[in-house]
């Protein structure tokens, strides 16, 4: 079977690499579209191709085109711009609607795999046991804050180019694993509260919740969208990429408790002016020893 040819933008970013990485080990022919010849060299060792361009200058994107294979069976976009939203939205735009023109002249109409994320949907406090808890779903109404606005709005605009591709919309929830993760905070704070015989100390409720998957599992759940025998049950979907089961902060705290020895225990104290829904991320959440 010949193996099939995708493009991955942003391919030396977090979810970006792991995706490409993904697509390269299900036995596709992956590239990766970066910016820079430093760049470049990183994803050559992980045997993903590399071409090199800038999304931004559209003047360059038959350059990226030419050095593409012909025909293209899934562009995966992974970049965005969130303090300039728009601009870079309508320039990957322009891009999409390019390699795909091309490549379905000869012979394949590509699958072009969006991505935005999870917080398009708002942020919280969800609490673990509440009444009404549920997952989101399509039916869901996007509720960002206001800096992710853009991006919830835009993003599904991604469906309007059935014209010219077959398009997918993926929601990413908070992605861990090998060089980074929003639970970053957490281990900085743990790991100063170990030698400080200080109790590790948090400002929401042990049932808050948190929710993350491993950003090699966020990978190859791209894979296994554009791999679907029957294009025609996920073309026009959105899909929500999130882990089985979700964890509290109670959960997190008591392994980061074990992991880092920290005898004092956990501390909770009402949160008087700081709300997860002001600031969700989880550095926020914890104190530095003082």
Known sequence: MTPKNVLVSGANGYIGNAVARAFARAGWVSYGLVRSERAATSLAAEEILPVIGSIDDPASHEIIGQNLPPTLHAIVSTTENIVDYVPHYDNTIKLLRFLAISSTAHGVRPLVIFSSGCKDYGVGPHYDGEPGLAPHTEESPLNAPPLLANRANYSKKILDHKDVFSPILVRPTNVFGRTASYYRGFFEVAGLTSGSKQPLTIHVPPNSIC???????????????????????????????????YETVDEIGKALLAEYHILA??????????????????????????
């Not at 025609?232 to 089961?245: D, K, L, P, W």
């Not at 991320?281 to 020893?289: G, Q, R, S």
């Open 211 to 245: 929710h993350a998957i491993h950003v090699d599992d966020c990978g190859d759940a791209y894979v296994a969208i554009a791999g679907h025998p029957r294009r025609e049950e996920v073309e026009g979907q959105v899909f929500n990429i999130s882990a089985r089961r």
């Open 265 to 290: 225990g956990l501390e909770y104290v009402h949160p008087d002016q700081l709300t997860l829904q002001e600031n969700p991320w989880p550095v926020a959440l914890i104190d530095f020893p003082q």
